[in-house]
C-alpha cells in the first residue's frame, strides 16, 4: 500500500520537514546579542542564562532582538531559579536600541523610555509610578511563563502564565524592545512563540504559493491542479509562516505540540486539493497512475460533519457521531466539551439542533470555534476556561479565549432556548464568523477567525443532549423550519410552508395541541382543567391563529377552585402552538413571551414590572381578562373590560394569545363581544397609581428617558423608561443609568423603584451631573466621579466623591419597593430631592445650567421606572425656592434627638456645630471629648471621621467611663481643669477604651488584637460605642458591631473619645432615644447582680401594679395575601400552612401593630423531621409589596425578629438569651406580640409578658410569622375581651371554710373548678390551678391575670430556657428556682416599697402545709410573734430533726420568745416531705388522685437571718449546688420576711 504512492508521502515529508525547520530554526523570536556582562546565549539565541548564580545576582540583563510588533506578546519560561537571593525576573520595554546600550547592572538602572514590571511594581526609568500592580513576579516558580506587550494604543501591558494582568503603563513609543533581567533567584530564561495578546493586529496576506517542479512518478502534474489550489512546498518560495491556533493571523508560530502542527499541515495540504488518499488496498492491476489519482475518493470520514470521537469525560457518543449526550445530568453540570471531527470550510454551516434540557442548573449550551487539534487537546471543564485560540457563544454574549469581548452580541440568550431549538455557525470566506438561531444570522460576532478552526459545542449546565444538523437530512431540515417558524412571523412562515393549508378562521379559537392536564371543548372556545382539584399546572392554551393588531382577545373565567394558590396567568407569545412543547407553566417558558400573572408583567420568564395593574390571583369567575398588541409594538391588558396600561414595548408582530390555567383557575371561555375601553393613544396621568412603570405621557407628558450609554450591568428596556441590573444576586454595581437629556429649570425627572434584593448592603444613589453621556466614562459606582457630579448617597450629600453634607432630610438605603424618588435643579441653581412626591429641601446649590439625571442601581436597588410624574412642575421652585427651604435635624439610625459633645473637653479641642462637631486645633493631644448625657442600654454613640492629620502616628481612642464631665467644671476655653492629656490618663474614675486593637481599663492592657484596627480609620469612617443591656462594651466599626470588648461596665457610664494623633476632627451621627416618660420605661437589668428578666419582671408586677396593663381591642384579624410561596391559607386567611419543604413560609398580619394591642398565634402543627421552628418579629416596610425571602432572616432591612432565644435586627443578632426558646414551643403553645406605649416590643407566650424585647421600633410595623422547620401551621388567636378579667367566675358557696380544710385531709373531692386556666396548654399548670381553687383561697391574695402564676415544669421552664440558679439582693445570694413548682404570686401590701424590697432583699422558700395556708396570708408574714403554725418547734422524740404545727388555738407562753423562721435558698430542701408535708387529693376533671404540697417563695431582709447547716432529716441528699453550712437560714426578727408567691407542687 505504502510503494503506490511515494509522491504523497514525499510531498508530506517535505512539508513536516519545512514546519519543523520553521518551528526551531527560523520562526519566533530571539534574543539580542548584545546583553549583560554575565549572560550567555544558546538555543540560536533563544535560551539566556547568568553565569556564577551562586555568586552574582545581578548584571544579567537581555533584549529582544528585534522591537516588539503591536499586539504580539514577548513570552519566556522561567527555566531556572536559585534560593540564594531576594528577588527575581524583572521585564518590561525599553527605547533603547540595544546595538548602542551601555548595560547598566539591573533593569531598574535603564534610563531614556523604560518600563519595568519588578514585583509587583511598574517603574519608569527607575523611578516607581504603579504599585500593587498585577501579580507579583518574585512569586513566579520554575515554568511559570511572563510576557509583555504594546498594543496598538500604546499601552503596556503584562501576562502571566497566559493571563492578562492589565494596562501597566500608557504613552509608549511605537518603536520598543522587551528587555529581560536576570536578575537575583532567575537565572536562566527561554523566549518562547510569540502569542497574540490584547489588540488584534492587521492581518498579514498570504502570499501566493509556487508549484513544486514535477517528478517522474508524480502524477500531481497531471491532474490539472492549479498554483492557487494546490498547497505545495518550494524550497526557494517562502512558505506561509503559520499555521494558526490563535485567533489572529500573523506571520509566527504560536505554542503548539509537534503533532498538532503536523496534523493542521496534512490536512491543510489534504483541504488545498494536494492529497487524495485512498487507504484501501488498490484493486488489481491498478496502480496511482493519473486515472487513479484523478479518481481517488475523498475520505468520507472527512466529508461530513461529525463530532470528534475525543470529547469530555462525560459525553457520550451515538448516531454515528452525530449525536452528544452528557452522562449523569442531574448530578454534573461541566465536562461536555465536543469538537468536530475536522475544520470547518469557509461558509460552511454548523447547526446543531438541542435535544434534552434539565431545569436543574443555571447556564446552557455554548458554542463557538477553536484553532486547538481534538487530537492533541486536553479537554477543559468548559471551554471557555480555555485562554487561547477560542471564540464562544455563551448567553447572549461573545467570549473570546475565555474573556468577555461583546456583553449584548444578540437580543437572543443561549440560557433562554428550548429544545428543539438550533444553533448554527459559519465562517465566512471573509473570514468574519457569524452565529445563527432558529436559521436567523446574528450578525458579525469577530471580524477576524484564523482560517482553520474546527466547531466546539459545550454541553453545559441545563443543556444535556444536542444532534448536529445536515441540510441534506429530510426530518432534519422540516424540525430546522419548524424552529424558524417559532422566531419569524409565526403567521406568515405557516402560510409560506404550507400554502394548501385551509385559510386562516375569521374567529379566535384554542389551539387543539395544549397543555398535559387541559383540554379543549365547545369547538375550540372553552379550555378546561378537567381535574382541577388534583393539579394546578400544565393548563397552558394558545390561539389558534397569531392576533391581528389591536386584536384584543379575551377571555371569561368560568370555574375556579378554592385549593390552590395563584390564578389565571395571560399574554402572548411568538411561538406557534403547532410546534411548542408546551411547559407545565407559561412562565418557564424563556424567549419569545410576554405574561401578566399576579399584578406583575414577566418578558421570558423575569419580572420586569412588579406593580402593573389589577391582581389576576384575586379576580372569580365570571370576570374577563383580555390582551391586545398595538400597531405601534405595546402590549396592553385588560381586566373586565378596563386597560391596565402598557405592559411591554417593541413586541414583534404576529404573536399568539396564551392563557395559563393556573392554580385556582379551572375553565375559560373566549368571549366574542368584546366590550373594554379604548386604549388611549397616551394614557391619562392617573395611571400612574396603577402602573407606576408606564411612561410619561398626557398632555403634560415628558420626553426624558434614559440614555442608551448605560453601565456594563445595566439594560434599558421598555421604550427607555425602565432600567435594571443584570445578575443582581452575583453583580451589585456597574449599573449607572443617565437620562437622555439635561433636565430643564423647574423639571422634574422622578423614578420608582421596582425591584429589590435583600442580598446587598447600601441601595439606590440618585442625583445629577454636568457630564455629557458621550463623554462619560462609567465607572463602578457615581461616586467614584471627581468632577462635575452631585450625589445622594443613603443621607449623605456628595459632590465629586466627597460628602458635602450628612444627615440630608431623606435616607435612599430606607425606602423601599414602591418608593419615588425625585429631582429638580431650579432656576436658582438649587438641587432638590423628592420622595413620594414631598419636596425634601434644597441638597446644595451653585449647580451649572446643564446637568443630567443620573442613577446608580446600586447593592438592593434592582429594578427602576419613570413615572408620569416626570416632567414641569407647576410651583414655584421653578423660580425660587423661598417658600420651601427648611432646616432637617440630624437624622441616624435610631429615631431621636441628636447626640451632643459635652461642654468640658481638652485644652485643645474646639466644638462646633452645636456641639455635634469636634475639631483638634493644635498639637496631637489633649483631644478628650464626652457625650453629654449618660448611655442608656444599647445605645450607641457613633462618630465619622471628618479630617486626618497624617504626620501624626497613633490612633483614635473611645470608650465608656464613669466619671461626669460636669463634674470636674469648665476650665480654660471650656476644657476640664483636671483633664489628662490622653485617654489612658483618665484614671479618676474607672474608664474602659479601645485604642488601635487593645481594650485597656484604667490604663491597663486588657486584651489584644480585638476588632478592627483603629488606626486604619480613614476619612468618613465611622466609629462608635455601645452599652449592652448585659453590661458589655462593643465596639461598631462602619456599622459593624465587633463585638464584646468589656464585660462588667458600670450602669452610669458616659462616652469618651480622645482625638489623639492623626485624628483630627470627627462629627456625631448618632442620635439618642427620645425621653421616656417615668413609669413608661422597660426596667433594666441590675449591674451587679447576676439575675436576668426575672427580678425585673417581678419588681414591676409588685411595685407598678397595673400601669402598664395589656390592652386588647377586638378587631378581625388575618394573614395577608402577599407571602411566602409555600404558603397555603384558609379558614378566612387566619390560618397558614407551609405545604411543602422547610421554608419560604413567611406571613405577616394584615393590619398594623397598635400599641397596648395583644396580637397572637396558635401553633396547630410541628413536623419533628425538620429541626428549628418558627421566627416571629415585626416588620416597618409595606408588607404588601415586599418580595419574600426563603427565610425571615433574610431579611436585611427594618426587620426585627425573635429566633430561638435571640433577638436579630436586619439579620445581626442584638440580644442573646432573651425569654423561652421559641424553637421548643410545643403544639397549642400562643405566642404573642404587643406593643406598650413607648414603642418597646414585648413578646408574649401562653399570655404571660416575657418583657421588652425591642424598644423603640419604628411605626408603623407589622407582625411576622415565618413557618419554619418544624412549624407548618399556625393559627391567628382572637382577642377575647373577658380574657383579662381579675377574679374566677364562681365559688364552691355551700361550703364552710373548716369544711373544705378537712375534706383535703380526708381526700374528699368536690365539683369542677369554676374557671380554667389561662395557660391551657401546660396540663401541670392547669392540676396545680385546679387544686389551689380547691382551697378555696381569695382571690384578691392573688395578683391578677396575666402576671398571676407561672409554671415551672419541665417544658415550661425548658420552654423559657430558665437557668436553675440566680442571685438577687444587695449584696447577691444565690437561690435556686422552684423547678417542678407552680408559683402563683401573691399581691403586696401597697404602703410597702415592693419594687425596692424585692430587688434588694434575698430570696428564699418556706415549707408549709395547706391547712396554714389560709392563716399565713391573712396575716400577711411568716412568725409575727404571736401563735404560728410557722413556728420551729422540735417535734417530740426527735429532736433537732423537724418542727411540728401547733393547734389552731394554741399559742405560747407570753414569756417565751417568738419561735425562729425556717427558710432556705433551695426548695429542694424546704420542699422535703418533713418541712412541706403532702397531702391526697382528687383531680375533679381527671378524677385522678395526686399528692400536693404547698410551699412560700419569700423576700428576707439582709442581715436578719443566720446560716446554718440542716436541721431536719432528709431522705435525699439535699441541694448540692449550695454549701451544706449555708443550706438553712434562721430568722426570729418581725417584719424579716415578705410574702412573695404561694407555690404549687402536685405528683
Not at 443591656?1029 to 452610669?1052: F, Q, R, W, Y
Not at 434575698?1402 to 399565713?1416: E, I, K, L, Q, T
Not at 436541721?1511 to 443550706?1527: I, K, M, Q, T, Y
Request: glycine share 10%.
Amino acid at each position: 500500500m505504502w510503494s503506490s504512492w511515494p509522491a504523497q508521502a514525499l510531498t508530506i515529508l517535505m512539508l513536516i520537514f519545512h514546519v519543523l525547520h520553521k518551528l526551531w530554526v527560523g520562526a519566533g523570536p530571539q534574543l539580542h546579542p548584545r546583553t549583560g556582562r554575565l549572560v550567555s546565549l544558546s538555543a540560536c539565541g533563544r535560551t539566556a542564562r547568568r553565569q556564577q548564580p551562586g555568586q552574582e545576582f545581578n548584571h544579567g540583563l537581555v533584549l529582544s532582538r528585534e522591537p516588539l510588533r503591536d499586539g504580539r506578546i514577548f513570552t519566556v519560561r522561567i527555566d531556572r531559579k536559585v534560593n540564594s537571593w531576594s528577588g527575581s525576573i524583572e521585564i518590561g520595554v525599553t527605547a533603547l536600541d540595544p546595538s548602542v546600550l551601555d548595560f547598566p547592572s539591573s533593569a531598574t538602572g535603564l534610563k531614556g523610555g523604560s518600563w519595568v514590571v519588578s514585583g509587583c511594581s511598574v517603574l519608569r526609568d527607575g523611578r516607581s509610578v504603579l504599585e500593587e500592580y498585577g501579580q507579583d513576579l518574585d512569586q513566579l516558580g520554575e515554568g511559570d511563563r511572563v510576557g509583555v506587550e504594546r498594543t496598538v494604543a500604546g499601552e503596556l501591558r503584562l501576562w502571566v502564565n497566559g493571563r492578562d494582568c492589565g494596562v501597566a503603563a500608557t504613552g509608549l513609543p511605537p518603536r520598543v524592545w522587551a528587555v529581560v533581567d536576570l536578575y537575583g533567584k532567575c537565572t536562566q530564561i527561554t523566549v518562547l512563540p510569540p502569542e497574540p495578546g490584547f489588540s488584534p493586529p492587521t492581518p498579514i496576506p498570504t502570499p501566493p504559493l509556487e508549484p513544486l517542479a514535477p517528478t517522474e512518478d508524480s502524477a500531481l502534474a497531471e491532474q490539472g491542479t492549479s498554483a492557487d489550489e494546490a498547497f505545495m512546498v518550494s524550497p526557494a518560495q517562502a512558505r506561509p509562516e503559520t499555521f494558526p491556533n490563535s485567533l489572529e493571523s500573523h506571520n509566527d508560530f504560536a505554542s503548539m505540540e509537534l503533532s498538532e502542527v503536523v496534523s493542521n499541515t496534512i490536512l491543510s495540504a489534504y483541504n488545498g486539493g494536494l492529497l487524495n488518499v485512498n487507504l484501501s488496498s488498490p484493486p488489481a492491476g491498478e496502480g496511482l497512475g493519473s486515472s487513479g489519482a484523478a479518481t481517488s475518493p475523498i475520505l468520507t470520514s472527512n466529508d461530513a460533519l461529525l463530532f470528534h470521537e475525543k470529547c469530555g469525560t462525560l459525553i457520550k457518543l451515538s448516531n454515528n457521531n452525530k449525536t452528544a449526550e452528557r452522562r449523569r445530568p442531574l448530578d454534573e453540570f461541566n465536562n461536555g466539551v465536543v469538537m468536530t471531527n475536522r475544520p470547518l470550510r469557509d461558509n460552511e454551516m454548523f447547526e446543531i439542533r438541542i435535544d434534552k434540557l434539565v431545569d436543574k442548573w443555571s447556564g446552557s449550551i455554548e458554542i463557538g470555534v477553536t484553532t486547538h487539534n481534538p487530537n492533541s487537546l486536553e479537554y477543559p471543564a468548559t471551554m471557555t476556561n480555555l485562554q487561547s485560540g477560542t471564540i464562544m457563544m455563551s448567553g447572549c454574549g461573545i467570549l473570546t479565549n475565555g474573556k468577555g469581548t461583546r456583553r449584548e452580541y444578540c437580543e437572543f440568550s443561549l440560557d433562554e432556548l428550548q429544545e428543539g431549538d438550533h444553533i448554527g455557525l459559519t465562517r465566512k470566506s471573509n473570514s468574519a464568523l457569524h452565529f445563527f438561531i432558529n436559521g436567523i444570522d446574528q450578525g458579525v460576532a469577530t471580524p477576524l477567525t484564523p482560517p482553520v478552526v474546527y466547531g466546539v459545542v459545550d454541553l453545559y449546565g441545563m443543556a444535556v443532549k444536542v444532534t448536529i444538523v445536515h441540510n441534506n437530512n429530510h426530518s432534519d431540515r422540516l424540525r430546522r423550519n419548524n424552529a424558524i417558524l417559532r422566531a419569524l412571523s409565526p403567521e406568515g412562515a405557516l402560510r409560506r410552508a404550507a400554502p394548501a393549508a385551509q385559510a386562516e378562521p375569521e374567529r379566535l379559537l384554542f389551539h387543539p395541541n395544549c397543555g398535559q392536564k387541559a383540554a379543549i371543548t365547545h369547538e375550540g372556545r372553552t379550555a378546561l382543567r378537567p381535574h382541577a382539584t388534583d393539579d394546578f399546572n400544565h393548563g397552558v392554551v394558545l390561539s389558534s391563529r397569531a392576533l391581528r393588531d389591536g386584536e384584543v382577545f379575551q377571555v371569561r373565567i368560568d370555574k375556579m377552585v378554592d385549593k390552590w394558590a395563584g390564578s389565571i396567568e395571560i399574554g402572548v407569545t411568538t411561538h406557534n402552538p403547532a410546534y411548542l412543547q408546551l411547559p407545565s407553566t407559561m412562565t418557564n417558558l424563556r424567549s419569545g413571551t410576554w405574561m401578566m400573572t399576579g399584578n406583575g408583567v414577566m418578558h421570558n420568564g423575569t419580572t420586569i414590572l412588579d406593580e402593573y395593574g389589577h391582581n389576576l390571583d384575586r379576580l372569580k369567575a365570571g370576570d374577563t381578562v383580555g390582551v391586545v398588541r398595538r400597531e405601534d409594538g405595546t402590549l396592553h391588558f385588560f381586566v373586565n373590560g378596563m386597560t391596565q396600561g402598557p405592559a411591554a414595548w417593541n413586541v414583534p408582530p404576529g404573536v399568539y394569545a396564551v392563557v395559563d390555567l393556573y392554580g385556582q383557575a379551572a375553565q375559560a371561555t373566549i368571549v366574542d363581544d368584546v366590550e373594554v375601553s379604548p386604549v388611549p393613544e397616551s394614557l391619562p396621568e392617573g395611571n400612574n397609581q396603577v402602573s407606576p412603570s408606564s411612561p410619561s405621557s398626557g398632555a403634560g407628558g415628558s420626553d426624558l428617558r434614559f440614555h442608551q450609554l448605560h453601565g456594563s450591568n445595566a439594560v434599558i428596556t421598555n421604550g427607555g423608561r425602565t432600567a435594571l441590573r443584570h445578575n443582581c444576586r452575583s453583580e451589585f454595581n456597574d449599573a449607572i443609568v443617565i437620562s437622555n437629556r439635561a433636565l430643564r429649570d423647574g423639571e422634574l425627572f422622578e423614578i420608582v423603584i421596582q425591584k429589590m434584593v435583600d442580598r446587598w448592603s447600601g441601595s439606590i444613589e440618585a442625583g445629577v451631573t454636568a457630564i455629557r453621556p458621550e463623554d462619560l466614562e462609567f465607572p463602578n459606582t457615581m461616586t467614584d466621579i471627581d468632577y462635575d457630579t452631585w450625589m445622594l448617597s443613603g443621607t449623605a450629600i456628595m459632590q465629586d466623591g466627597n460628602t458635602m453634607r450628612n444627615n440630608y432630610g431623606c435616607d435612599l438605603d430606607a425606602l423601599g419597593t414602591g418608593a419615588r424618588i425625585g429631582m429638580m435643579r431650579t432656576a436658582k441653581g438649587d438641587l432638590h430631592y423628592f420622595i413620594n412626591g414631598q419636596d425634601q429641601g434644597a441638597a446644595c446649590s451653585g449647580l451649572p445650567p446643564e446637568v443630567y439625571a443620573v442613577v446608580d442601581l446600586y447593592g438592593q436597588c434592582v429594578q427602576v421606572s419613570i413615572t408620569n410624574a416626570t416632567g414641569p412642575m407647576d410651583n414655584s421652585l421653578a423660580t425660587s425656592n423661598t417658600a420651601t427651604e427648611k432646616s432637617f435635624p440630624l437624622h441616624s439610625p435610631v429615631a431621636g434627638v441628636a447626640h451632643r459633645f459635652h461642654s468640658t473637653c481638652g485644652k485643645n479641642v474646639t466644638l462646633e456645630e452645636d456641639g455635634t462637631r469636634a475639631v483638634r486645633a493644635a498639637g496631637y493631644a489633649h483631644g478628650l471629648v464626652f457625650s453629654t448625657k449618660e448611655l442608656r442600654a444599647e445605645e450607641v454613640f457613633e462618630v465619622k471621621v471628618e479630617e486626618l492629620d497624617e504626620k501624626w502616628a497613633g490612633s483614635l481612642r473611645l470608650g465608656l467611663t464613669t466619671l461626669a464631665p460636669g463634674e470636674m467644671g469648665p476650665g480654660a476655653g471650656g476644657s476640664g481643669p483636671g483633664l489628662p492629656p490622653s485617654l489612658p490618663e483618665l484614671r479618676t474614675k474607672t474608664t474602659w477604651m479601645v485604642s488601635s486593637c487593645e481594650v485597656r481599663r484604667d490604663g491597663q492592657l486588657q486584651r489584644m488584637n480585638y476588632g478592627r484596627n483603629l488606626e486604619r480609620l480613614g476619612v468618613g469612617s465611622r466609629v462608635g460605642v455601645r452599652r449592652g443591656a448585659d453590661d458589655t462594651m462593643h465596639i461598631l466599626v462602619d456599622g459593624e458591631d465587633m463585638g464584646p470588648a468589656a464585660t462588667g461596665i458600670a450602669k452610669n457610664v458616659w462616652a469618651v473619645l480622645d482625638l489623639y494623633g492623626p485624628v483630627r476632627s470627627v462629627s456625631i451621627v448618632s442620635s439618642t432615644r427620645l425621653e421616656e416618660s417615668e413609669g413608661t420605661q422597660p426596667p433594666s437589668p441590675s449591674s451587679d447582680t447576676g439575675s436576668e428578666g426575672e427580678e425585673d419582671d417581678e419588681g414591676e408586677e409588685h411595685g407598678l401594679g397595673g400601669q402598664n396593663e395589656v390592652g386588647i381591642i377586638p378587631t378581625t384579624l388575618e394573614f395577608l395575601e402577599n407571602h411566602g410561596k409555600n404558603i397555603l391559607l384558609s379558614n378566612g386567611n387566619r390560618t397558614a400552612t407551609r405545604v411543602a419543604s422547610y421554608n419560604q413560609g413567611i406571613v405577616v398580619i394584615n393590619q398594623p401593630l397598635v400599641p397596648q394591642l395583644l396580637v397572637q398565634v396558635r401553633i396547630d402543627f410541628l413536623n419533628r423531621q425538620w429541626t428549628s421552628s418558627l421566627v416571629l418579629g415585626v416588620i416597618t416596610c409595606a408588607p404588601e409589596r415586599l418580595n419574600f425571602p426563603a427565610s425571615a432572616c433574610a431579611l436585611k432591612r427594618a426587620a426585627w425578629l425573635l429566633r430561638g432565644r435571640g433577638v436579630f435586627h436586619n439579620g445581626l443578632k442584638i440580644c442573646e438569651k432573651f425569654g423561652p426558646n421559641l424553637d421548643t414551643c410545643p403544639e397549642g403553645t400562643i405566642l404573642g406580640l404587643r406593643l406598650d406605649s413607648s414603642g418597646g416590643l414585648h413578646l408574649h407566650v401562653n399570655g404571660v409578658d416575657q418583657g421588652v424585647a425591642v424598644p423603640d421600633v419604628p411605626q408603623p410595623c407589622h407582625a411576622l410569622v415565618d413557618l419554619y422547620g418544624q412549624c407548618e401551621q399556625v393559627t391567628i388567636v382572637n382577642p377575647e375581651p373577658g380574657a383579662a378579667s381579675g377574679k374566677s367566675a364562681g365559688t364552691q358557696g355551700d361550703m364552710e371554710k373548716a369544711d373544705m380544710v378537712d375534706g383535703i385531709k380526708e381526700s374528699v373531692c368536690w365539683g369542677p373548678p369554676p374557671a380554667a386556666s389561662p395557660l391551657k396548654s401546660c396540663e401541670y399548670h392547669a392540676l396545680c390551678s385546679r387544686f389551689r381553687e380547691l382551697l378555696l383561697l381569695p382571690e384578691d391574695y392573688f395578683m391578677p391575670p396575666p402576671k398571676r402564676s407561672l409554671c415551672y415544669c419541665e417544658s415550661c421552664r425548658k420552654l423559657r430556657g430558665d437557668e436553675a440558679h440566680r442571685r438577687r439582693g444587695e449584696p447577691p445570694r444565690e437561690y435556686a428556682l422552684p423547678f417542678g413548682w407552680c408559683r402563683f404570686n401573691l399581691r403586696v401590701n401597697p404602703r410597702l416599697e415592693a419594687g425596692t424590697l424585692t430587688k434588694k432583699w434575698h430570696m428564699a422558700y418556706h415549707g408549709s402545709n395547706v391547712a396554714a395556708v389560709r392563716r399565713v396570708l391573712d396575716r400577711g408574714e411568716l412568725g409575727a410573734g404571736t401563735a404560728s403554725i410557722l413556728s420551729c418547734r422540735p417535734l417530740k422524740g426527735e429532736p433537732g430533726v423537724g418542727f411540728e404545727e401547733p393547734g389552731e388555738n394554741c399559742a405560747p407562753p407570753r414569756e417565751e420568745q417568738p419561735p425562729p423562721v425556717l427558710l432556705s435558698p433551695s426548695l429542694q430542701y424546704a420542699g422535703a416531705e418533713t418541712l412541706a408535708s403532702k397531702v391526697q387529693f382528687r383531680d375533679p376533671k381527671s378524677q385522678r388522685t395526686h399528692q400536693a404540697q404547698v410551699a412560700f417563695q419569700v423576700c428576707v431582709r439582709p442581715g436578719s437571718y443566720t446560716p446554718g447547716p440542716p436541721s431536719a432529716a432528709l431522705g435525699e441528699p439535699p441541694d448540692p449546688h449550695f454549701s451544706p453550712a449555708e443550706l438553712e437560714w434562721v430568722t426570729k426578727e418581725k417584719g424579716a420576711t415578705l410574702l412573695y408567691a404561694l407555690l404549687v407542687r402536685v405528683e
